[in-house]
């Protein structure tokens, strides 16, 4: 599906942190698991941007790892404070899914 | 950062010397898209262009480790390489000339207004 980025706006910072939430992960892989879910257009700049934001917020533990080729990657994994806006997220997620599946239905 | 650092900003230049070396090192359009975001980035920075330092790291980090993973810049960067640049240096707390010129110009507009109301 083409032409998301605006839908997805708001809600792709809850994605990345659900993706970090379930394993300690980096920004290529991110994007990538993004692609196959189906947002075709993410790209590795808009990830990494939101990642850059988690760690200003204090979201995230960053840990180095030197990775074989080039330089080292940045690995993320939630602390304590990125759970807890993880499931702030789901919450407010679930709030605005079901008020807007509701207005489709009762339009019918 | 010693004192002579400070005001003559000699470190900065050490420091640009060793982004221009990495740079050098990317292949030719990821170079071509570091250029750009020199050029995006170059209005958030402050008058030595300090504050800049550790956003053109982070930038470069990014187009380093695509490079390394064999992405293209289209797929790392897109086409919106101002919005990707806007994005990195936003919320960094990154104060530009402008916020400075504008502070200035209410501060002085302040000062006339209270001057006349006086």
Known sequence: ????????????EGCVLEIIGSEETYGYAITRQLNELGFADVIEGTVYTILLRLERNGLVQVTKRP?????PRK???????GHEELAKFWAKWQYVS????RLKESGR | ????????GSDLTREWKAFEARAEALPDDYRAAWGQVVAHLF???DFTGRNLMPILDAGLGLLEMAAVD???????LGD???????????GEGARTYRDRWREQLNRNVAKKLSRLGG
Do not use: H
Request: charged share 15%; with cysteine; glycine share 14%.
């Open chain 1, 1 to 12: 599906m083409d032409d998301l980025t605006e839908m997805l706006k708001g809600t792709l």
């Open chain 1, 67 to 71: 990775s074989g080729v080039g330089p």
């Open chain 1, 75 to 81: 690995f993320y994994a939630l602390n304590e404070a």
């Open chain 1, 98 to 101: 079901s008020r807007i599946n």
């Open chain 2, 1 to 8: 950062m010693t004192f002579w650092e400070t005001i003559t």
């Open chain 2, 43 to 45: 209005p958030y920075g």
């Open chain 2, 70 to 76: 064999g992405q293209s810049v289209q797929e790392v």
């Open chain 2, 80 to 90: 919106d390489i101002g919005g990707f640049c806007t994005a990195l240096a936003g």
